[in-house]
């Protein structure tokens, strides 16, 4: 599948490869830019690299993966019935790319599974971000609760970054991700909606960078939420 790059405010392009892995016997496409520390993105419709990835492959390792989900007509070939099982699958996979190391950036519906990575594998992943997240499911009837027990107990830092313009996204949601979360950061960007890192993509690259590389001296306190211009 061919990528789409929008075309927003970014620096000049990067040049993204788009080789495949294998993992169980399948391959898993992704699009590929840039050195440094990796930066595993999930992708929601398609690989589509935004100005903010264009931004951060420029200062990162940035590897892009289409959020496979659990679309029966889509990832069977996955073999994966539930999202641990996902999970597992793409640990793997970044693993098979020779990293030992690596945050994660996911959009809307690819926090679940992100977070999920991050459980899977603490002692690999450096960070995690979710921009524009949908409320995690820890309500009845598809309440999860060992899914929330391993969220508390997750050391890893988590920042949320939601538009102040997104209809789907709020502080509300965000709320139950700082209830369930021991180092969880949020930020509000503002005049952006639910594609934060087109709408907003210098901003977005910007935070990122400085979340990555300061870590628990980030610029938002712990629990704590910020309007960023």
């Not at 690299?49 to 029966?72: K, M, T, V, W, Y």
């Not at 994966?80 to 099982?85: G, I, P, Q, V």
């Not at 990293?99 to 899977?120: K, P, Q, T, V, Y």
Request: glycine content about 8%; charged content about 20%.
């Amino acid at each position: 599948m061919e990528a789409r790059q929008d075309p927003d405010k970014s620096k000049p392009a990067v040049a993204f490869s788009q080789p495949s892995i294998e993992v169980d016997g399948f391959p898993i496409p992704y699009g590929e830019a840039g050195q440094g520390d990796a930066l595993v993105c999930l992708q929601d419709g398609g690989l589509r690299l935004s100005g903010a990835h264009q931004l951060l492959a420029q200062r990162h390792r940035l590897i892009a993966f289409e959020n496979p989900g659990l679309d029966r007509s889509r990832s069977t070939w996955l073999r994966a019935t539930s999202l641990r099982d996902l999970a597992r699958v793409m640990t793997t996979a970044v693993s098979g790319l020779g990293i030992d190391h690596f945050s994660i950036m996911a959009d809307s519906s690819g926090a679940e599974l992100a977070l999920r990575m991050a459980i899977e594998r603490p002692q690999q992943i450096d960070a995690v971000v979710l921009l524009a997240p949908p409320a995690p499911h820890v309500t009845e009837p598809i309440r999860d609760v060992e899914f929330e027990e391993s969220l508390a107990s997750l050391e890893i830092p988590v920042l949320v970054m939601i538009g102040t313009n997104d209809r789907v996204g709020s502080p509300a949601s965000a709320g139950i991700y700082r209830e369930k979360l021991r180092n969880f950061h949020l930020i509000m960007v503002y005049g952006a909606g639910a594609a934060i890192d087109t709408d907003r993509p210098e901003a977005v690259a910007a935070l990122i960078d400085d979340f990555l590389a300061r870590g628990g001296a980030f610029i938002v306190r712990n629990r704590s939420g910020i309007i960023y211009p």
